[in-house]
């Protein structure tokens, strides 16, 4: 059972930076897809960045240029850099992990995920 532990969240005034990482555990196999996905009370959750196993990475456009995905296979961890933070970038962070995850159109999508995280919440005050 794959287990997901997000860390670095906190608040930081519009401009700054934080890094979120994300502490996997509990599998054999590194999962295929990571990703990052946010979201704030009374909203969907979002997707921000995703990164699958051959390399290949997604980030929504709301975040694209300030926000850098990465993954640390020997430490088990994956992070997202988070420069020139907005207040709209307020939200709960939540990591996502998958296996044998589904192409689709848009790699950001929910269902490719099968394991969660609690979260960690990051507020931007402007």
């Known amino acids: 059972q794959v287990q997901l532990a997000e860390s670095g969240g906190g608040s930081v005034q519009a401009g700054g930076s934080l890094r979120l990482a994300c502490a996997a555990s509990?599998?054999?196999?590194?999962?295929?897809?990571m990703g990052w996905f946010r979201q704030v009370p009374g909203k969907e959750r979002e997707g921000v960045a995703t990164?699958?196993?051959?390399?290949?990475?997604e980030y929504a456009d709301a975040i694209k240029g300030r926000f850098t995905i990465s993954r640390d296979n020997a430490r088990n961890t994956l992070n997202l850099q988070m420069n020139n933070l907005k207040a709209e970038d307020t939200a709960m962070y939540f990591c996502?992990?998958?296996?044998?995850?589904?192409?689709?159109?848009?790699?950001?999508?929910?269902?490719?995920?099968?394991?969660w995280g609690q979260g960690t919440q990051v507020t931007v005050s402007s």
């Open positions: 990164l699958d196993s051959d390399g290949t990475s």
């Open positions: 996502a992990a998958g296996y044998r995850c589904p192409r689709f159109e848009s790699r950001l999508r929910e269902v490719r995920f099968s394991y």
């Open positions: 509990g599998y054999s196999f590194r999962p295929d897809c």
